[in-house]
């Protein structure tokens, strides 16, 4: 019998507490109304997610074309005077590719879907875009692009809190 027990029964349980409290208290205590709460039917996740927007199809879009994309660029033969170069923009590139390709499956459960999915779809188009262009050939023509994109991106991480 531990302190808890002891201090139950001296104080609840003995006969001399029980027939103190039974001139105390009368023997039934009114019961507050019981209240009864409705479960509704929930949908499905992929419900809920297409009525914000075909985000999550863009994501499976997106994401089949980074690991086509990873693959190609994997398997690709860089110049030998600058493949240690052009292989690391290359795969920064992918990697941005394929995380915000995650992000965008999220983009449904947020108050501005539409908007913050836009910003992470041009970002990702615009970063990982220049990227894989100067990885795969070389000229950097479109490299004022990835800085804007990856502006753009944050600003769709940002939009993401509002």
């Not at 003995?14 to 019981?34: A, E, G, R």
């Not at 999220?106 to 041009?122: A, R, T, Y």
């Amino acid at each position: 019998m531990g302190l808890h027990d002891f201090v139950n029964y001296v104080v609840y349980d003995n006969p001399v507490s029980k027939t103190v409290k039974s001139y105390v208290l009368p023997d039934k205590m009114p019961l507050p109304p019981q209240t009864v709460t409705v479960i509704h039917e929930t949908k499905p996740l992929w419900k809920l997610a297409s009525e914000n927007g075909p985000f999550v199809r863009l994501a499976g879009l997106m994401g089949a074309s980074a690991v086509a994309l990873g693959a190609y660029g994997a398997h690709r033969s860089y110049p030998k005077d600058r493949a240690d170069e052009l292989k690391p923009i290359f795969e920064t590139g992918n990697r941005y590719h394929f995380l915000h390709t995650l992000a965008l499956m999220g983009v449904p459960m947020c108050k501005n879907p539409k908007l913050s999915g836009s910003l992470i779809i041009l970002g990702t188009t615009l970063f990982s875009g220049a990227c894989y262009y100067h990885a795969f050939t070389g000229d950097n023509k479109f490299g004022r692009l990835a800085p804007v994109g990856g502006t753009i991106l944050i600003v769709g991480w940002l939009t993401m809190i509002l």
